[in-house]
């Protein structure tokens, strides 16, 4: 029997088909990629499969007794715990457990029933099959793999970044050791070595796992069969990411070659019946409509929904865009050594190397946005800059997409702010949407339409990737790299860097040890 097993699954929001039918199953040991373009469903797949969505139709059925472990980034957390504090609670009935035992021995120094004795002894054996005795050895290793130590074991997460909580939510979901991992884009908020750590965990993990990302250079290792959802069709292939999508376009082929061998039967067919249909062979000509009303029309692939961008520029005479001298970042004390380094006229940079807690705070220094500890970050007077931050935050969440460039840019007409949308990728029904219901990728893609309305020299993109698709990507790199002016771009994928930077900096290897 199949750890999961999905049946008929049909789902849609409003107006918009998510998936019709579809059927696959998730077997032991298998770590299935989720991919497909933003707003398809992906994470609603998620939601469905940890029943904190109802579909329209369909059953999900998980194995008996099978543990599940879901990255949910909005799962509610007490005021006043630490990261240590909630890191522990995934070992929360050893805990309980050991509490019991020493309440058993305490009664029994004071009875001496041999009972209570028996009774701890065999709690014992249980924590130490359970390796509770490990568990802080355990803690460190996730807290190092994953880059919390700069965050500190005791800040408390209500006062964390975003990024900062879905990585300690990531860690304790790792140290509660599931039988089956459901993670919903795991690397947003990690940089290179981390998620290199999380690949090895992945590789050595027996359970299964399903994960959804638009990192491929992520997946490629560590899945061995992917689904894809597009077109309101689930389909598994067997296979790493790249053989999936050789799978993928083989099929793509093979349905348009289909498609174009029925529509030369149909053209025929039609053309018979025109010339007969009123003629001595009308009843062959009959005979030839019943077969075009039986045959299973194949329809041709569809087309993904391109995104195009293309950022304003504003004229610049200044040789040294931007000066960072000494400078010295973080709030109560440093994140980083003190960093130095320059951006000439026109260069595009890509920032890595530095963690997680570190590279948003940089930016957010450079900028003026955070006060820095020490050092300068000084830009050339006649820089006009243009900033994404990777935070999908929101004025009002239920505002729609036309609201909030509408409001933003009261000039403009609707039919002005639907073309840019539409442009970016969004499509007219998800233009009216609630921000707060629509996937990250959707939202991002908003980010980046509000950026298109402003004409500058200098872009500043602090993880512009997390959460887009691979067209989408490509289309945004192309963007960047077209844009005559400079750009500063943050990104934990490599393959994002290719071919777009003039010159990479390792903020770690220019820091003063």
């Known amino acids: ?12 929001f409003a107006d918009k088909k998510l998936y019709s039918n579809a059927s696959f199953q998730l077997n032991k040991g298998e770590h299935m990629g989720v991919v497909g373009q933003n707003g398809v469903g992906k994470s609603t797949l998620i939601k469905i499969l940890t029943g904190k969505e109802l579909p329209e139709s369909g059953s999900i059925k998980w194995q008996k007794g099978t543990k599940v472990g879901y990255l949910d980034q909005y799962v509610d957390i007490p005021d006043g715990m630490t990261l240590i504090d909630f ?42 099959a359970d390796d509770f005795y490990d568990i802080e050895t355990k803690v460190e290793q996730v807290i190092t793999g994953l880059g919390l130590d700069d965050i500190g074991r005791d800040h408390e997460i209500a006062n964390m970044s975003g990024g900062q909580r879905s990585k300690i939510i990531l860690a304790k979901l790792i140290l509660e050791n599931p039988d089956v991992l459901l993670l919903d884009e795991p690397t947003n908020y990690l940089d290179t070595s981390h998620i290199e750590w999380l690949k090895d965990y992945l590789n050595s993990f027996s359970g ?121 970042v973080g709030y109560d004390k440093p994140l980083l050594s003190p960093v130095t380094f320059s951006v000439d006229t026109d260069q595009k940079v890509g920032l890595q190397g530095f963690n997680g807690v570190g590279k948003s705070t940089l930016i957010k220094s450079i900028l003026g946005i955070i006060k820095p ?12 800059i243009n900033y994404f ?101 943050v990104s934990h994928e490599a393959s994002f860097y290719e071919g777009l930077a003039d010159k990479k900096i390792d903020v770690e290897k220019l820091s003063l040890k």
């Open 1 to 12: 029997m199949a750890l999961l097993d999905v049946t008929d699954l049909s789902m849609s």
């Open 373 to 384: 500890l020490g050092g300068t970050a000084t830009f050339s007077p006649s820089v006009k």
């Open 208 to 328: 299964a796992a399903i994960i959804i990302s638009h990192d491929y250079d992520f997946l490629e290792p560590v899945t061995n069969c992917i689904v894809n959802v597009a077109f309101g069709k689930i389909t598994k292939y067997r296979g790493d990411f790249k053989s999936a999508m050789r799978q993928k376009d083989e099929k793509i082929k093979t349905q348009q070659r289909e498609y174009e061998k029925q529509q030369v039967e149909i053209g025929k067919a039609k053309k018979f019946i025109q010339k007969f249909k009123a003629g001595s062979r009308s009843t062959l000509a009959k005979s030839r409509e019943k077969m075009l009303d039986r045959m299973d029309v194949v329809e041709p692939p569809k087309s993904n929904i391109k995104a195009e961008f293309n950022f304003p520029y504003e004229e610049t005479g200044s040789q040294n865009a931007l000066v960072v001298n000494e400078l010295s």
């Open 389 to 489: 931050s990777q935070d999908l935050v929101w004025d009002n969440p239920d505002a729609t997409p036309m609201q909030i460039i509408q409001d933003k840019y009261p000039k403009l007409t609707q039919k002005e702010i639907r073309s840019k949308l539409a442009r970016a990728g969004l499509d007219a029904s998800n233009a009216f949407k609630k921000i707060s219901t629509l996937s990250g990728g959707e939202q991002v893609k908003i980010k980046l339409a509000l950026m298109e309305f402003v004409p500058s020299n200098f872009l500043i993109l602090d993880e512009p990737s997390n959460h887009l698709d691979d067209e989408t990507k490509e289309s945004l790199k192309k963007a960047i790299k077209k844009f005559p002016g400079n750009a500063i771009v």
């Open 87 to 128: 890191l522990h609670t995934a070992f929360a009935d050893l805990y309980e457990k050991n509490e019991r035992m020493t309440q058993l021995y305490n009664e029994y120094a004071e009875t001496m029933d041999d009972d209570l004795m028996e009774k701890a002894g065999r709690i014992s054996e249980q924590l130490e």
